[in-house]
């Protein structure tokens, strides 16, 4: 086995253990960030290997937080089981959006426009939806610890499921980038009538990223609403929680594989570097630090911080 795997093993029994060392606070750090991390990477299939800058994800996000625990509210259905149903609500939502703006070949700023629409309207769907709970939001009762009710009174429950959720989504991740599906979608990505002009389907393939991405995501509102006990429209379907989502994989490296995780890492701790010691002198100054890395990243590496650690890779290798 060569460095990179070892290292890999290395890496996964590290985290595997690391919960035991760690304070309740370094617990929920490293828990978001691996959360983020998994969002990023699941909005990477759409945003990254297609190259569809979708700014509206918190909309599948939304929707998987809403259909759980609407669920387990009014009917008393594990968590589980509404993930799993949320997500392919959200997946349903994915491929109408999808279809519609990939039938009328929306690219771009317009693409971008019309998914930021389309979660402004179900955020004001919901809204004004009272058996939704409105602006207030929804409460989840606490039933007690419980595997079946997702409900854990210790943080390494949800730590040790989020870390899973991401190691899946990475394998998933690499098995699309290695298969014929991410070959057409990066084809499509660097030039979509060129792509065509060779027989890919690009509206099918691009269906297929969205479908899966949209998906994930739905999976990840769901996580967030049993991890938090309480969902409201702003949060889960605004549009600053889908800069949160894709500022991961721009800063990391955007159609990679560790790109969202390395993201993730890098803007989990200067934001709460800038909230611990500055936070209560100025707030909101650490979304100040998030624009100056994201300025910096996309001015000297536009492919991602991934990028500079694959340069110094290869410069360690010349030197021996």
């Not at 919960?19 to 909005?43: C, D, E, R």
């Not at 939806?129 to 409105?134: F, P, Q, V, Y």
């Not at 998906?215 to 549009?239: D, K, R, S």
């Amino acid at each position: 086995m060569n460095f990179k795997i070892y290292f890999l093993i290395g890496s996964f029994l590290f985290f595997m253990i690391a919960p035991s060392f760690l304070s309740p606070y370094t617990l929920h750090v490293l828990l978001m960030i691996f959360f983020y991390a998994y969002l990023g990477t699941s909005w990477s299939i759409i945003g990254g290997y297609a190259g569809q800058l979708s700014i509206g994800h918190s909309a599948f996000f939304g929707i998987g937080a809403y259909t759980s625990t609407i669920l387990f509210i009014k009917l008393g259905v594990t968590p589980w089981i509404g993930m799993i149903c949320g997500g392919f609500l959200g997946m349903l939502g994915g491929l109408f959006m999808g279809y519609l703006t990939f039938q009328y070949r929306l690219k771009g700023v317009y693409f971008a426009l019309a998914t930021i629409a389309f979660s402004i309207v179900l955020k004001q769907i919901v809204l004004n939806w009272r058996m939704l709970g409105g602006a207030m939001g929804l409460l989840i009762p606490l039933k007690g610890n419980s595997f079946y009710l997702f409900q854990f009174d210790d943080k390494q429950y949800y730590y040790y499921i989020v870390y899973f959720m991401l190691v899946i989504v990475i394998i998933l991740a690499r098995l699309i980038e290695k298969s014929w599906l991410g070959s057409y979608l990066v084809s499509i990505r660097d030039d979509e009538e060129a792509a065509e002009s060779l027989g890919v389907d690009s509206r099918k393939c691009k269906l297929i990223a969205m479908a899966i991405s949209s998906f994930l995501t739905a999976v990840g509102g769901t996580f967030y609403a049993q991890y938090l006990f309480y969902i409201e429209p702003e949060t889960v379907f605004g549009v600053a929680l889908s800069i949160d989502i894709i500022l991961r994989p721009i800063v990391g490296g955007a159609a990679t594989l560790f790109g969202p995780l390395l993201g993730s890492f890098i803007m989990g701790f200067f934001s709460e570097i800038t909230r611990m010691f500055l936070g209560g002198v100025h707030h909101g100054l650490h979304l100040m630090v998030y624009a100056v890395i994201l300025i910096v990243v996309v001015i000297f590496l536009p492919n991602g911080i991934v990028e500079l650690v694959r340069s110094l890779g290869r410069y360690s290798s010349n030197k021996t």
